[in-house]
C-alpha cells in the first residue's frame, strides 16, 4: 500500500513558475515508476510525466518545461514546472505504477494549478 500526498499547487501568471512536490509513504517507494497525471472538467485524464527513475517519459506538451525528479531516500517526487500556459490549467495527481506502461494504481488527492494573469 502507497499512500501520496501532493502539495505545491496554486495561481502564476503565464511564463511563471511552480513545483510540485509528492510525499509518498507506506510500501517501497523506489519499486514504482512514479508520475504527474492533469485533468480538466469534461476531460480525460492525462499523462504528464512518468519515471522509473532510469527512464522518463514526458507529454509532448511539456516536453523543455516541465522537470520531474523523484529522491528515493526521502520518498519524493517532485514536479518543476516552468514557462507555464493557460492550457497548463488543471488538477495535477502523483501517480504510482507498478512499472512503466502500466495503469497507476495509487493516486494522490490532487492538487489544483491555475495559469491566468
Known amino acids: 500500500q502507497v499512500q501520496l500526498v501532493e502539495s505545491g499547487g496554486g495561481l502564476v501568471q503565464p511564463g511563471g513558475s511552480l513545483r510540485l512536490s509528492c510525499a509518498a509513504s507506506?510500501?517501497?517507494?523506489?519499486?514504482?515508476?512514479m508520475g504527474w497525471y492533469r485533468q480538466v472538467p469534461g476531460k480525460q485524464r492525462e499523462l504528464v510525466v512518468v519515471?522509473?527513475?532510469?527512464?522518463?517519459n514526458y507529454h509532448d506538451s511539456v516536453k523543455g518545461r516541465f522537470t520531474i525528479s523523484r529522491d528515493n531516500a526521502k520518498n519524493t517526487v517532485h514536479l518543476q514546472m516552468n514557462s507555464l500556459k493557460p492550457d497548463d490549467t488543471a488538477v495535477y495527481y502523483c501517480?504510482?505504477?507498478?512499472?512503466?506502461?502500466?495503469?497507476?494504481?495509487?493516486w494522490g488527492q490532487g492538487t489544483q494549478v491555475t495559469v491566468s494573469s
Open positions: 519515471t522509473n527513475g532510469g527512464v522518463t
Open positions: 501517480s504510482a505504477a507498478a512499472r512503466l506502461g502500466l495503469v497507476p494504481v495509487y
Open positions: 507506506g510500501s517501497i517507494f523506489r519499486l514504482y515508476a
